[in-house]
């Protein structure tokens, strides 16, 4: 068949459209309020925005009593995503090519554990870690909390860069080993450069992870210096007594954008991952 | 059950696949839809059973007009080339699905399943599943499947394409045997000539969308409408020479080999003409004797071919009954029989 | 190269499972804290006492005067009458009187005759008690005890070490709680309820209704509502539920919306349980749906389009071919998305937590967010440790027992083949 398989005429595909844009609605009006609200007041017991402001955005140039900048705070966001992001690229890349080529002892087993992980639901493990982060000293500490993210995100990472291993051809391996090269060379100068796409699937995937991530910082570096976006628009929603949804979705959007424009260009990465198995 | 497509036309987005054809099967008819890959039978066929729909045009089983039904109401059978047998499903299952959609009895089903089992030979394989089964297997019980219902009309989407020769040799007459049986009107879609003049009461040659020539199989392959339609069928393949015309004769090259033909005869001298020799009519016998130079030689155990290079650089290919006194190098002066070729204009009608 | 991440894992993976399992057989928490503990007599050492040791209990918490070197130094210091130093010293050394009567009737009987004034002065140099002592060892704490004049069979004496020590010490007792609490069989209840509704309406249900109309879309619009699907997931779990809480708030959307109709307004999400319920599981599912929608999606993909154009000119309908065609094909992708969410399910408590923090009450408390307010924050202020690793230990368990049957439904030795390169 030279013309590409197109959807049959056998069924109208506009009544699933419609029954499923209705099922969207809730979620599109989450969203679309989101951003509305944040440069706008409404007058209650209205649902039309009825003037335009920007004083939701006001904690970007004043910090509020009792809460730290959030400059401080989106920095130690971004380093925290970032120094995640690097170390399970690293450590990933490297076991996850053992696991696929190399014939290590205990493969099998090391497989398996790390099958078993990458489903093992680990934020059971947090009251553990805790007491350990405190008996060590990295209680409150922004290197705690990244070691322990990037530990309880490896198995998967690693799993899946097996994966993307499995998928590149022997023939460039056994051609290098022919050439003379070592099996690390080979591995850092032929087939590294072949999972380019998925180190980048990966990378996006971690740092939007350790992006969001709200329970581990919440537990293991709850401090005012150390704290994480998520940390701290959850206190602000908590401690508050006046309820001022302006605000907290200005700070909200301010730490969604980034997420946002990441997952509309690279979409078609991320999903592959997402479809893959993830925690959630 | 008569088929009629009536200036059908069908394109996707912007692309044209097919733009007003007309084309007629007649009631318990095997008509083939022959052409190379791409030149939109695959979307007649898929037209036809209603998986898409016609831009522009009408298609009608008898008088009925199908053009906007769905397939699940136009009651055709349809045999794919992957065969598409529901892999999570036993042998007789996947045949009595079309029953089981139509909420048959299920004892009815069993015996009208054994029926059709019996018909294409398959009693045994029954409790099987698709996996289990070889090529041919599979390719009977697609043939049940479509034919369960007693459809209008049977669809054939290159169900040979997945076979391998022997098979292929086995289904072909097995396949023909059943449409006679029941008397079904068909439709084959292939690209291999050898199926569509072995199988099929008529062939419909298609290009680019395009119809270019029906006709029953001895029709078309004596009396060629077009260049295209010479070249498609036959193998080995008709030769191909460029010439032109002069004075009522096929000329070639310089001082080259000259033939009169009665077809040139009102046509201007210069007119750039090519002229086609199908294999067999260029060796021992016929009129016109041609010089020129062995350079292939195949033998293909009945029979030998030949390439054989004119002095002005064109190849005439010959098939002859065995002989071993010919050698690639070898000069030759074989006979070429003139009544037989096929003249074409430049745009490859014949004249 | 590989090392790296052993380590990691060990470190942070491995290791806290263990610990798990250590803690929860102790009953640390914020008072006894997590390193060592001391020996101190607290009214609460005295409370528990009294049950196995009521004459004891009373006399521990009673002042005790005890005439020692350290008293009459201080009352040396005091510069009043040499003599009742000298006298004391030699006549009532060592001496204890279990109350304060019988003490000052001791000094006030000296020679050299103490005013009222100065007998009150005097015994209270001489007041010597247990109560909120702390004790480094247990044997300062018999020693000051026998020096009292408490004395206690080694058996007592164990009885009172135990009731007084401040640390953490090993127990089973927190596995009897949760096996006889009527709390925890209802929060176990809840998360029955929580997981396997989720589970069934969103996770599977849903995924799969999200994934077989997508199937029917053009491509283009399916990948946009697919992109939509998504959102959930990939938007910050904070920033998420912010949003529902806005939906549902009392001057949020809803109650907007149906103050319209004339419904009073109110919090949705808190104003009843079963409208709690509702939303934790509206929550949780919209997240949890995305994942079986990409896998289901995909997994239809690989379904031949011949199969779909068969069954259509054999005379299915599009519901025959969800059910006959479809949904058939898809039982591995929905074995596998119920495996792997029932453990997401089970652990996850992030988005509970940020919504309803288990309320109203604790109507929508479920375990693994019961084992975070036991450890990690709750009112009381005293988080109990030990009772909170043995709750999550239970969720451990589950998590390796599910994980377990997950790798055989992967098949995962199909996925270990030979390297090709033999080194």
């Known amino acids: 068949m030279a013309e590409k398989p197109q959807t049959s005429a056998n069924f109208s595909s506009v ?26 007041d409404t007058e209650v017991g209205s649902l039309i925005p009825s003037e335009f402001t920007l004083r939701h955005w006001s904690f970007l140039w004043e910090t509020k009593t009792g809460k730290p900048n959030i400059w401080l705070v989106t920095l130690n966001t971004f380093i925290f995503a970032s120094c995640i992001t690097g170390v399970i690229l690293t450590v990933s890349s490297m076991a996850g090519y053992v696991l696929s080529r190399l014939n290590v002892p205990a493969r099998g087993f090391f497989l398996a554990g790390v099958m078993v992980l990458h489903a093992f639901p680990s934020v059971t493990l947090i009251i553990a870690i805790f007491i350990v982060l405190q008996w060590i000293g990295l209680y409150n500490s922004l290197i705690g909390v990244i070691l322990v993210k990037a530990a309880i995100d490896l198995p998967l990472g690693i799993w899946l860069m097996k994966g993307f291993y499995d998928t590149v051809p022997w023939e460039i391996e056994m051609a290098g080993t022919v050439d003379g ?19 980048m699937a990966l990378g996006l995937f971690s740092f939007l992870t350790g992006w969001s991530e709200f329970i581990l910082p919440q537990v293991l570096a709850p401090g005012a210096k150390v704290q994480v976006l998520s940390v701290y628009l959850a206190s602000l929603i908590i401690d508050d007594n006046n309820f001022d949804f302006g605000t907290f979705k200005a700070v909200g959007v301010f730490y969604v954008v980034p997420v946002l424009i990441l997952y509309v260009f690279f979409q078609k990465h991320l999903m592959n991952i997402y479809g893959g198995g993830t925690k959630g | 059950m008569r088929i009629l497509l009536d200036k059908f036309s069908k394109s996707f987005g912007s692309t044209k696949v097919i733009e007003d054809m007309d084309l007629e099967v007649g009631s318990g008819e095997m008509l083939a839809l022959l052409g190379p890959s791409g030149c939109g039978k695959s979307t007649t066929l898929f037209a036809v059973c209603g998986i898409h729909r016609p831009t522009a045009g009408r298609i009608l089983f008898g008088d009925r007009d199908v053009t906007n039904l769905p397939s699940q109401e136009r009651n055709v059978g349809v045999v794919f080339q992957s065969y598409a047998l529901y892999p999570h499903m036993t042998v007789e299952e996947n045949i009595g699905f079309p029953l089981m959609v139509k909420r048959v009895a299920a004892a009815d089903i069993k015996k009208q399943v054994a029926d059709i089992a019996a018909l294409v030979h398959i009693e045994d394989l029954l409790g099987r599943r698709p996996a289990q089964l070889s090529g041919g297997q599979q390719q009977r019980v697609a043939l049940a499947r479509a034919l369960i219902r007693r459809p209008d009309v049977l669809l054939l989407d290159e169900p040979l394409a997945n076979l391998d020769a022997k098979l292929r040799l086995e289904m072909r007459s097995e396949i023909r045997r059943l449409q006679k049986e029941t008397g079904i009107t068909a439709i084959l879609v292939t690209h291999d000539q050898v199926e569509a003049m072995s199988m099929c009461d008529r062939i419909a040659i298609m290009k680019s969308g395009e119809i270019v020539q029906i006709a029953t199989p001895s029709q078309m392959y004596n009396d060629p409408r077009t260049s295209f339609v010479a070249s498609f069928l036959g193998n080995p393949p008709i030769s191909l020479l460029k010439g032109k015309a002069e004075q009522g004769a096929f000329v070639l090259g310089e001082n080259g080999l000259r033939l009169p033909l009665a077809a040139l005869s009102g046509i201007p001298d210069g007119t750039a003409l090519s002229l086609g020799v199908r294999p067999e009519h260029f060796g021992t016998a016929g009129g016109v004797p041609v010089e020129g130079r062995v350079v292939f030689a195949e033998t293909q155990g009945r ?24 050698k690639p190098g070898d000069s030759v002066r074989w006979n070429l029989d003139s009544a037989s070729t096929f003249v074409f204009a430049e745009d490859g009608q014949r004249l | 190269m590989i090392a790296p991440a052993a380590v990691m894992i060990f ?12 803690f929860a057989m102790t009953n640390m928490s914020t008072a006894t804290g997590i390193s060592g503990g001391v020996w101190q007599v607290t009214q609460g050492a005295v409370n528990r006492l009294k049950a196995d040791m009521p004459e004891l209990a009373s006399g521990i918490a009673e002042p005790r005067f005890v005439i020692d070197e350290e008293g009459l130094a201080a009352l040396e210091a005091l510069k009043l009458k040499a003599g009742f130093t000298a006298e004391l010293r030699t006549s009532h050394m060592g001496e204890v009187f279990p109350s304060r009567r019988e003490a000052e009737r001791v000094i006030k009987a000296l020679k050299d005759r103490p005013s009222t004034r100065e007998v009150k002065q005097i015994s209270d140099l001489f007041n010597r008690s247990v109560l909120n002592t702390r004790f480094e060892t247990r044997d300062e704490l018999m020693a000051s005890l026998k020096r009292l004049g408490f004395t206690l069979t080694p058996a007592e004496q164990e009885t009172v070490a135990k009731a007084t020590y401040t640390g953490w010490v090993w127990t089973t007792e927190n596995f009897r709680i949760i096996a006889n609490s009527p709390d925890m069989a209802q929060i176990f209840l809840n998360t029955a309820f929580y997981v396997s509704v989720t589970l069934l309406v969103f996770n599977v249900s849903y995924a799969l209704f999200l994934a077989i109309t997508t199937h029917y879309m053009p491509a283009s619009t399916a990948s946009i509502f697919r992109a939509i699907w998504l959102l959930p997931r990939i938007t910050p779990v904070v920033i998420y539920v912010l949003m529902w809480k806005w939906l549902t708030w009392d001057s949020g959307f809803i109650s907007m919306f149906m103050g319209q109709f004339g419904y009073p307004p109110k919090n949705y999400l808190l104003d009843s349980a079963y409208n709690a319920w509702f939303f934790v599981i509206l929550i949780n599912g919209f997240i949890g749906a995305s994942m079986g929608m990409l896998v289901f999606s995909s997994a239809i993909k690989a379904i031949p389009q011949a199969h779909f ?70 009112y009381t202020g005293n988080l109990e440790y030990g009772l909170g690793a043995a709750m999550a ?13 997950y790798l055989r439904i992967f098949r995962y030795d199909t996925l270990i083949s030979k390297p090709l390169i033999e080194d």
């Open chain 1, 181 to 199: 090269a070592s099996r690390f060379t080979v591995w850092r100068r032929l087939v590294l450069p072949q999972i380019k796409p998925a180190m």
């Open chain 3, 309 to 378: 154009h068969a069954s259509e000119v054999d005379g299915a309908s599009r519901w025959q071919q969800v059910r006959h065609i479809i949904l058939p094909q898809l039982r591995w992708p929905i074995l596998f998305v119920t495996c792997y969410q029932t453990l997401s399910l089970l652990a996850s408590f992030n988005e509970i937590l940020l919504s309803t923090r288990g309320g109203p009450g604790k109507a929508t408390e479920v375990w693994s967010l019961a084992a975070y307010h036991t450890a990690l924050q709750n």
């Open chain 1, 15 to 40: 009544p699933v459209i419609l029954l499923l844009g209705l099922f969207s609605l809730p979620l599109l009006v989450m969203y679309a309020y989101l951003f509305i609200d944040t440069i706008s």
């Open chain 3, 11 to 22: 470190l942070f993976f491995l290791m806290p499972v263990v610990l798990t399992a250590i």
């Open chain 3, 393 to 405: 230990l239970v969720l451990v368990v589950v998590g390796i027992v599910l994980s377990l049957i």
């Open chain 2, 303 to 326: 029979e030998n071919l030949y390439d054989v290079v004119l002095p002005d650089g064109s190849v005439l290919r010959s098939i002859q009954p065995v002989r071993d006194d010919v």
